[in-house]
């Protein structure tokens, strides 16, 4: 068994100091800048200044407790991103209560449920699609009082209902009569108290509420920003769900512990549209959009023409060497890099630029495992993105690359104050303050999550390599055991596959069987450039799937990925899947997980008729 501990270095703020403590500072100290950047008519960007963001966030807060919400209860949040989204958070917070964030991609079925576990008195929905997900089953959830809509789109003729301006103007009147009202909240709010309750976006089974306390988040915050130090002049771009811990982490409370900006996209689907103009400090992104970001590039520079082209073609292939030879800590050969370091001037600063990410300084890769060949290439044009690891009970992150030292196909040590076991069965455990006090009631998964000596079980796999930096093997629970016996983790196969810019999602499967298959789902957009480029223009996506020459393609994608694994970890069968796995279907999660059993389990015809054909040494 190993183990390796950071040593954790002098706080950055008082040791009772809490995410509120933060938050009113920010706003009595940087009143007239701006903190929240959002889209308005005709996508201009309307600005909140963190004086105005105070004032709201306290009438929020005064009109729950007007409401009757006291500290301890439980409020819910089921919206998109939006500068009300971490008003209601940080208003619930400032009474004491308890905020719980929805996915708003959950299905109504999925609301009631956190609604009803959770206990819920009190839930913000954006417009009228949300509410409708709320009221779908609202006789579930039976301690819900009240609803907040945030838009005004909606005939508020229920007395269950208000909206989000009059909950405002509950909040004034209050502070009218007694101004100190939030005030008093905040100051009894200490460390030990709940914070949040984090429902996993359930890749295995029903979701699980992490209780997360003010002393997880302000644990979290003080480790995290010993290796990343915030200024006020960090700007943040938000389009991952805030009910995710991670965008929360970092664009929420990440903007509160800055007391910098907050600029939240329209959606995922625009950030690359919204990057140039925020041109973020701080940038945090899942594999498959760094990935997008990637092909996207290189796709723009195969149409180049002429000098432009020759020039970016030249540029990216001196990257490449750039990168390998920054990986393996040797210096390019003067010549090559001067050649590279002239093209970087012209090519790379605008392509830079124009991405958005000239001013970025901090680069984030996580959630899931990023291939080390993105990582390679971002590096190669001067984008250094770090990978980090952690899970919604650690409230963040356990380990992280720090910037100027890291080790690509790793995730970094240990953040400060965090302690990281391998166990004999190279399970990850984890122990420190950042860690959860376990699942809201349910008591057996605690146990099962946190053992009697407080370390908690990751159900990751992983092992420290030289230099105590850890390293993602697999997945207990995704561990297939062949009929031969043969233990294989799914996630590397997984992981090379998808490399390709076709195949958006790869998964392996082969428990209890005598090899390996893969169902292959593939890229929407990449497909319609493909076909495109092929002649094929305008073929749906299913009849694409059985397209001979497509399937040539990927089998020689197959065909590389076998050449890299061992024999026994060979895809001996593939089918192209006649669509997109999507988070609508349940097959993804909010942060483009897969969800594995749910693929296996909608495509169980498919796999069986991949183990009825003859086993070969390599088909399609």
Request: charged letters at 25%.
């Amino acid at each position: 068994m190993t183990e390796t501990t950071a040593v954790n270095a002098s706080a950055q703020w008082g040791a009772k100091t809490t995410i509120l403590d933060l938050f009113s500072a920010r706003v009595a100290s940087r009143a007239e800048h701006v903190a929240l950047r959002t889209r308005g008519e005709r996508d201009a960007w309307i600005s909140t200044t963190w004086g105005a963001y105070g004032r709201i966030v306290d009438e929020v807060a005064a009109g729950l407790i007007a409401m009757g919400i006291e500290p301890g209860d439980r409020v819910a949040i089921l919206s998109w991103n939006r500068a009300e989204w971490q008003s209601a958070d940080v208003g619930i917070l400032s009474t004491g209560a308890i905020s719980v964030p929805i996915y708003p991609t959950s299905a109504s079925v999925q609301v009631a449920y956190v609604l009803r576990h959770s206990g819920s008195r009190c839930c913000f929905v954006e417009n009228s699609e949300q509410l409708g997900r709320v009221l779908e089953h609202r006789e579930q959830a039976k301690a819900l009082e009240r609803i907040v809509v945030m838009e005004g789109d909606v005939a508020l003729d229920n007395p269950e209902l208000l909206s989000f301006a009059h909950l405002c103007a509950l909040g004034a009147q209050l502070l009218e009569r007694d101004p100190d009202v939030v005030d008093r909240a905040r100051r009894a709010v200490v460390l030990d108290d709940v914070a949040t309750l984090v429902y996993t976006s359930g890749t295995t089974g029903p979701p699980k509420g992490a209780v997360i306390t003010h002393g997880n988040i302000m644990s979290m915050l003080r480790s995290v920003t010993e290796i990343v130090p915030l200024t006020p002049s960090d700007r943040f771009l938000s389009f991952l769900p805030l009910s995710h811990i991670t965008e929360r982490s970092v664009s929420h409370f990440g903007l509160i512990a800055s007391g910098g900006e907050t600029w939240f996209a329209r959606s995922i689907s625009t950030v690359a549209a919204d990057l140039p103009q925020c041109r973020p400090t701080i940038f945090f992104a899942v594999p498959r959009l760094w990935e997008k970001m990637r092909d996207g590039i290189q796709e723009h520079v195969a149409e180049l023409t002429g000098v432009r082209h020759s020039l970016a073609h030249r540029y990216l292939a001196l990257a490449a060497l750039r990168a390998r030879d920054l990986e393996q800590s040797r210096a390019m050969p003067l010549h090559l890099k001067a050649e590279y370091v002239a093209l970087d001037a012209i090519i790379g600063a605008r392509l830079r630029q124009e991405i958005g990410l000239d001013k970025a300084r901090i680069l984030v890769s996580g959630a899931a495992p990023i291939h080390p060949d993105v990582l390679r290439w971002f590096n190669g044009v001067g984008l250094a993105v770090a990978e980090g690891y952690g899970q919604t009970e650690v409230a963040l992150a356990t380990s992280l690359n720090p910037p100027g030292g890291a080790r690509i196909g790793t995730v970094g040590p240990p953040i400060p104050g965090v302690s990281v076991r391998i166990a004999d069965d190279s399970e990850i455990l984890v122990k420190g303050d950042n860690v959860c006090r376990g699942y809201w009631r349910d008591d057996d998964a605690t146990r099962a999550l946190i053992d009697e000596e407080g370390w908690l079980h990751t159900g990751d796999l992983g092992t420290f390599d030289e230099r105590r930096y850890l390293r993602i093997t697999g997945r207990k629970k995704d561990l297939i055991i062949t009929a031969h016996g043969k233990n294989i983790s799914p996630q590397n196969i997984e992981t090379d596959l998808e490399t390709t810019p076709l195949i958006g999602q790869a998964v392996v499967v082969g428990d209890g069987r005598r090899y390996l298959t893969a169902l292959l789902a593939l890229d929407g957009e990449s497909v319609a450039q493909w076909a495109r480029d092929h002649g094929k223009d305008g073929t749906g996506l299913e009849a694409l799937a059985g397209d001979a020459d497509l399937r040539a393609q990927v089998a020689d994608v197959v065909a590389e990925v076998n050449a890299r694994h061992a024999r026994v970890e060979h895809i001996r069968h593939w089918r192209v899947l006649p669509r997109e796995l999507t988070i609508a279907e349940g097959e993804l999660t909010p942060t483009l997980k897969v969800k594995r059993a749910t693929v296996n389990e909608h495509f169980a015809g498919l796999i069986e008729d991949m183990y009825a054909e003859p086993s070969p040494a390599q088909s399609n």
